[in-house]
């Protein structure tokens, strides 16, 4: 027997305006107004170098000289595309986040039609009650598609992940995207739906390498086996599938390949990359899946697994066995990875998202009262926190608040922003009408259980985003450091050779305009050094035990500058400094005498 019984009155769909609003409060916060951070800024390094460079920049994924053709082009290509369209009016910043938007509602609409077709289906519908009333399929599909997004919203990685222009984001959304297709492909196994699966795949291969696309063909492999569709007409689409793949990876590795931009082989790098992708699971990767994946897929993968087991007895449904698969093979491919990422999680999320909607519905109305209580109780009080630290780092009242929320930017001059408050105060009386919807009404719609946690994720992010955005650009920027750098750099530079990382060089490029050397390389008459000041573990200083190493370069160019050997009496030192808020590096600028 199904484990579903529902009355028509617990369908109701979520209004539009409302699910929109929740979309907006959502995505945007964290993108206007926020500096390229350390985390995302190599991304947008990336992006920005192509949009200001020529053709070979968009065949060589590279930060203002430094090759980074590791992942793939085409989140790349996306945010640079946005760059030229849209830099002139919006800033480049700004412009690039703009392919972040289109990639969160490509994300979130896929997820939605894929949970409304396969709510709609016929062996998903709750039972017939006796004396009627039972919902519609189409209102009961749509009922469950705003469930999935509501969850799929409330899951904290989604929220960290979701905001920085970042290739796993984009990941994620095909990922979603390809969900759709696939079910799709299952309800209508036409050559058409082959073809168009496939297309996601290959743009998955040119967003995060080859792993992932082949997983999911073989995911989508098995359902068709557990559905028991006829074998060689599914071997048969699902190799035209393959073959559209190749055809949109072509899109990219062929030009790159007669090209040979800057002399180097960007998809002989990438294919390196690939294979480093997939090794035998470790207790590394394994510890860092649950010790990471509990708060990451948070709160998607109590639902599902609860629907896993209220749904154990039902056998041959789409909307069970699909993100099963899905979940399972792919929690497969992260374990798999030698070198697990946050980001790499985000796979995770759009069917785990998917089978929690349907485990919602097998729920007793008390668990779901204490999930609204609990949501209600700590959301609130975090809010609350947040206006206190607010209130205590502009008033310097209560002090201890002042002094813990100011320690960590050290130089740093809180001031009061009009339009800030007023978002931060909106989001707040918004939050506070939703609770008392809720609680004063009681609705029986089965998306209560999640509105109130989603909605409280988000006034947390929508109060971080505005009442503390200058702090946070002051602490995690490197704004200021590339003007000063810039400032003491000479006007007929020629070009700097360093050993900063990716997110320092894409800053310093983009806020200090600094000539780095490209990718063929050269002679450079200056050189910025990026050093760590953390004391090594057996105590001894960490100047007189450097092993840093400043790369000048692949390929042409070759070769290293151990800062071992580095001889100061051959440079003049010209400028050194380092963020405020960081204490662990430090920036030096030398000229050549």
């Known amino acids: 027997m199904k484990p579903v019984r529902l009355p028509a009155a617990a369908t109701l769909a979520l209004p539009r305006w409302a699910l929109y609003a929740l979309g907006l409060l959502y995505i945007l916060p964290g993108l206007i107004g926020r500096d390229p951070w350390k985390d995302d800024a190599a991304s947008f390094g990336i992006m920005w170098t192509m949009a200001h460079g020529g053709f070979k920049d968009w065949l060589l994924p590279n930060i203002a000289g430094l090759p980074s053709p590791e992942e793939g082009p085409l989140a790349f290509w996306l945010g ?15 412009a690039a986040r703009l392919s972040t938007i289109g990639i969160f509602v490509l994300g979130t609409v896929s997820l939605w039609q894929t949970a409304f077709r396969l709510g709609r289906r016929a062996e998903a519908q709750p039972l017939r009650l006796a004396f009627g009333g039972q919902p519609e ?4 599909g749509r009922t469950l598609a705003d469930t999935a997004v509501l969850i799929y919203l409330g899951c904290l990685g989604l929220l960290l992940q979701s905001h920085e222009t970042l290739a796993v984001t984009l ?12 079910v799709r492909y299952i309800e209508d ?5 082959a073809a168009l699966t496939g297309l996601v795949l290959g743009a998955l291969a040119l967003t995060r390498g080859v792993a992932s696309p082949i997983v999911l063909l073989g995911a989508l492999l098995l359902c068709t086996r557990l559905l028991k569709l006829p074998a060689r007409p599914v071997l048969r689409n699902l190799g035209l599938a393959t073959g559209s793949a190749v055809l949109v990876m072509l899109v990219w590795i062929l030009p790159a390949m007669l090209v040979q931009p800057y002399g180097l082989s960007p998809v002989s790098e990438w294919l390196v990359w690939n294979a480093g992708q997939l090794s035998v699971p470790s207790w590394h990767s394994i510890g860092a899946f649950f010790r990471v994946g509990i708060w990451f897929c948070w709160p998607a993968w109590p639902f599902a697994a609860w629907a896993a087991w209220a749904w154990r007895r039902q056998h041959g449904m789409l909307h069970i066995i699909l993100p099963t698969c899905f979940v399972g093979l792919l929690a497969l491919l992260v374990l798999c990875d030698p070198v697990p990422e946050n980001g790499d999680l985000l796979k995770l999320l759009p069917p785990m998202a998917l089978m929690a909607a349907f485990g919602l519905p097998t729920m007793k109305r008390g668990t779901i009262n204490a999930i609204d209580w609990f949501s209600v109780m700590v959301l609130s009080l975090l809010g609350g926190f947040v206006w206190l630290f607010w209130v205590a780092k502009l008033t310097g009242w209560p002090a201890q608040l002042a002094k813990n929320a100011l320690k960590l930017v050290p130089g740093f001059k809180p001031e009061f922003g009009i339009v800030a408050f007023i978002v931060a105060a909106a989001a707040t009386v918004g939050w506070f009408l939703l609770v008392h919807w809720r609680l004063s009404r009681q609705p029986s719609v089965l998306w209560r259980a999640v509105v109130l946690s989603s909605g409280g994720l988000i006034l947390l992010w929508v109060l971080l985003m505005t009442l503390f955005m200058p702090d946070l650009n002051y602490a ?3 704004a200021s450091v590339g003007q000063q750098i810039a400032a003491r750099l000479p006007a007929n530079a020629d070009c700097i050779d360093t050993n900063v990382g990716p997110a320092q060089r894409a800053s310093f490029a983009y806020f200090g305009h600094l000539p780095f050397a490209g990718v063929e390389g050269g002679k450079c008459s200056y050189l910025l050094l990026q050093e760590s000041l953390r004391k090594p573990a057996d105590g001894a200083h960490a100047d007189a035990n450097r092993q840093s190493v400043l790369q000048t370069g692949d390929g042409p160019r070759g070769g ?10 051959d440079w003049t030192l010209l400028w050194e400094g380092r963020r405020p808020s960081d204490r662990t590096e430090r920036f030096r600028l030398y ?3």
């Open 171 to 182: 990941q994620g959304s095909l990922l979603a995207w390809f969900l759709y297709r696939s």
């Open 80 to 94: 640079a595309l946005c760059i030229k369209l849209f830099g002139w009016l919006v800033g480049d910043v700004l």
């Open 560 to 569: 290293q500058i151990v800062l071992d050997d580095f001889r100061p009496r």
């Open 189 to 193: 196994p036409s050559r058409r739906n």
């Open 591 to 593: 000229q050549r005498r």
């Open 476 to 478: 995690r920027s490197y």
């Open 137 to 140: 399929p189409d209102d009961y």
